[in-house]
Structure formats: C-alpha cells, structure tokens
C-alpha cells in the first residue's frame, strides 16, 4: 500500500449468491467507468453503458465457483475501488495454473495503490486458497499495461501482433504474461 493511503478491504466473492444487487450494481458501474476511460477491460468499443456490461458481468458471477472461478473486490471507504475475476481450468493436466480476467480500478481512486493491492492478494489468494502454481493473463498492448504488471514479477511469455483492432488503422497487439512462481 501506499503510504498515507486509505485502508483497502478485499472481499472474495465464490458462488452467484455472493453478489448482492447493489455490489453488482457497483461492479458494472466500475467496468463502464473504466472502459470508457480507455481502460482494457473487455469492450474495446466505448462508449458503453450499464446495459452493455451487465450481460457480461452476469456470466461472470453465474461462474463463480470456490475451486475454479472467483471475484476479489477490494474496497476503500465502503465504496467498491477495483476488482478482478481469477479463474482456473478444473482439467487436470492445466488445473495447476489460473488466468486473471477483468482487471480494474475506479479512476477516481488510481494512485493509491489499489492495482498493486489487488494483484498482492489474488496471488496469495491464488497460492495459499486455489492451490495455484502460476496465473497467466493477457493485456492489450499500447496502454502501459505490460509495465504495470511486469513491476509486480510478471514475465511477458509472448504476444499475439495486431490480434485486437479498436479501430481501423488501429491494431494492438495482445500481451501473453505470466506470474510463477506464486
């Protein structure tokens, strides 16, 4: 954490029943609020709005699972600041690593090292709760995520060039990072 900075709480959220309407609320009002911000968190296309994010999250939390899929909100205040989905393949030969997926903090509350506070935590999480070995994502390229996460011990294993076009004459290449070990 950063000094000097608010004190975070981090909820695990591991089954549907978990997610009460007014924390679903927040969790979609965060992803538009990032997305439209230019954040990388799964809609390539702002401007959205609630409606277009709720199907989405809703697939998310009908996921969620305590051996294979869960959501880590951190909070500041009372007031949800950030969260991400961690998942895991129950397969046998790849169940040893997870994937993170919706990355995300409230813009209004960057700089207060809640990126970094969530990421400290679904590694612990990962490791000590999931039995997780490694964790792997994928970031879009051209937004300084690469960095981000490679300040915090990930390894960028390879990328894909040109797999995301945001627009025309706009192509990104998606980031392929990995965290091991945990």
Not at 42 to 71: A, E, N
Not at 97 to 124: C, F, S
Request: charged share 25%; hydrophobic share 40%; aromatic share 6%.
């Amino acid at each position: 954490m950063v000094a000097d900075s608010p004190t975070f709480h981090f909820q695990q959220l591991t089954a549907p029943g978990d997610v009460t309407p007014r924390l679903r609320r927040a969790l979609a009002e965060c992803w538009v609020e990032v997305t439209n911000a230019g954040g990388a968190a799964g809609f390539p296309f702002p401007p959205v709005d609630v409606t277009t994010v709720t199907p989405d999250l809703d697939r998310v939390i009908d996921l969620l699972s305590p051996d294979t899929d869960r959501i880590l909100t951190a909070t500041m205040d009372g007031n949800l600041a950030g969260w991400l989905n961690v998942r895991r393949d129950p397969f046998e030969p790849i169940a040893h690593w997870g994937t993170l997926h919706h990355v995300q903090t409230r813009t209004a509350v960057r700089g207060h090292g809640i990126g970094l506070a969530l990421m400290n935590e679904v590694r612990r999480v990962a490791r000590e709760e999931m039995g997780l070995e490694q964790l792997h994502l994928a970031a879009r390229g051209g937004v300084g995520l690469e960095d981000f996460y490679g300040r915090l011990g990930w390894k960028e294993v390879g990328r894909w060039p040109g797999a995301l076009r945001l627009a025309p004459g706009d192509d990104r290449d998606e980031i392929l990072m990995l965290l091991a070990p945990l």
